[in-house]
Structures are given as C-alpha cells and as structure tokens.
C-alpha cells in the first residue's frame, strides 16, 4: 500500500532561490529515501535518512525526518535550471518485504 | 557494471497482444523490483524478486502479468491480451539487500492502441 504523500504537488521557482517539498506517511519506517526524476526517465536517488536520524545533508541537498509527525522535508538550496525534475519519497511498504512504495512526486520547475 | 538496463525503451502494440519486458540488474545485486508509471503519478509496486524467487505480487498485477527471473540473474515481465488501461511506463529497480537505495532503469514505456 502507498504511504508517502509529496506537498507541494508542483512548485515554480526562480533560479537561485531554495525549494522545500514535503512528504508525509502514514506507519512506522526504518527509513525514507527521495527520488528524482527527470521527465520520461528513470529514478535517480538523493539520499537515505534512517528513522534514528533528524537531519542529512548531501551538497546543496537537505533532507529532514520528524519521525512523531510521521513526515519528511526535501531542501534544494541556490536552485538551478538543471533542478527541474519530479521528486518523490519512497518508504517501505508496512507489509511484506518491505518494497520501497512512493508518493504522487513534487513537480518542480526552476526558471533561468 | 552501467547500472540497470531495460529493454525495450519504447514499445506500441495493438490491444489483445502479448507484450515481453526484459530487465537486467546491476549484477551482484540480489533484489529485483518491477514497478508500473503513469503520468503524473509516482510509480506502482507491482513485484518483487529476492534472487530467483517471487516473493511479493501487487493486487494490481492481474493474471495476465507474469514475471520471471530466472537464476537470479535478469528479469522478464509478460503482460497477456494487452488492454489499452497497460499503457504506463514500466520500471525495473535492483538494490542490494533491504532498506537500502534502490537503481532504476530508464524504463518501457508501453503504448496499447
């Protein structure tokens, strides 16, 4: 079953100024990843923030988890044209194997 | 290893055919994921290999979805009497063990006219 929920579901921005996209879900995780991906291709994956951890950081990437909110934050500093793509959150599903299951993505768009 | 390939990119085909998917994993990876996309929505669990066995179905894999990995190594995916509602992009993912990152490949994108 789906858990993650991506908000907003399309942002447009300037270049240069910083993107927030949030994503809730609804049972316990071990983890959360975000996706990216750009129009007709395959997910590239940002990073992985583990349920013990508040805070990661991968260049101009931040990405937060508030495990008592059950939600997770996706920052994009000094945005670039090269930006524009989908972002999704991945979780695992609460049952079975655990396969990774994905919210409705964030379309963002970041203009030169 | 160039990471997970898919083959066909591209494929139209007319409703009632059948319609195969090849997928070949990044090679020491253990997990194989198939997942369905359609625009504007995030991708679809669908199926789950760990190794050579099928460990997990989606509801929404109907029994005219079958797939396949035999030995482990590369991944089919067979959709049977194609309905016009299987056009999607369908995406194949491998990762090494579990709650890990997963790849992707580029995808299928499936067209039924």
């Known amino acids: 079953s789906q858990q993650g929920e991506e908000d907003p579901q399309a942002l447009s921005i300037q270049e240069g100024e910083n993107a927030t996209m949030n994503c809730s879900y609804k049972?316990?995780?071990?983890?959360l990843q975000w996706y990216r991906q750009n129009s007709g291709r395959g997910l590239v994956h940002l990073i992985l923030i583990r349920s013990n951890e508040r805070e990661k950081h991968s260049g101009r990437l931040r990405v937060t988890l508030d495990t008592s909110k059950k939600s997770s934050s996706l920052l994009i500093t000094a945005s670039r044209a090269a930006d524009t793509a989908s972002y999704f959150c991945?979780?695992?599903?609460?049952?079975?194997?655990?396969?990774?299951?994905f919210g409705s993505g964030t379309r963002l768009q970041v203009q030169p | 290893d160039t990471g997970v390939s898919q083959d066909p990119r591209h494929k139209i085909t007319k409703r009632g055919q059948n319609v195969t998917f090849r997928c070949d994993p990044i090679?020491?990876?253990?997990?194989l994921y198939w997942y369905r996309q359609t625009l504007g929505q995030g991708p679809e669990f669908l199926t789950y290999?760990?190794?050579?066995?099928?460990?997990?179905k989606s509801r929404l894999l109907s029994d005219r979805f079958s797939a396949e990995r035999p030995k482990g190594s590369f991944s089919t995916l067979e959709i049977q009497r194609t309905e016009q509602g299987d056009s999607a992009m369908y995406l194949c993912a491998s990762s090494l063990g579990m709650f890990v990152e997963a790849f992707f490949g580029q995808g299928t994108r499936l067209t039924v006219v």
């Open positions: 049972t316990s995780i071990n983890n």
């Open positions: 090679s020491e990876h253990n997990r």
């Open positions: 991945a979780t695992p599903m609460d049952t079975g194997r655990r396969a990774l299951t």
């Open positions: 290999f760990q190794n050579e066995a099928q460990l997990e």
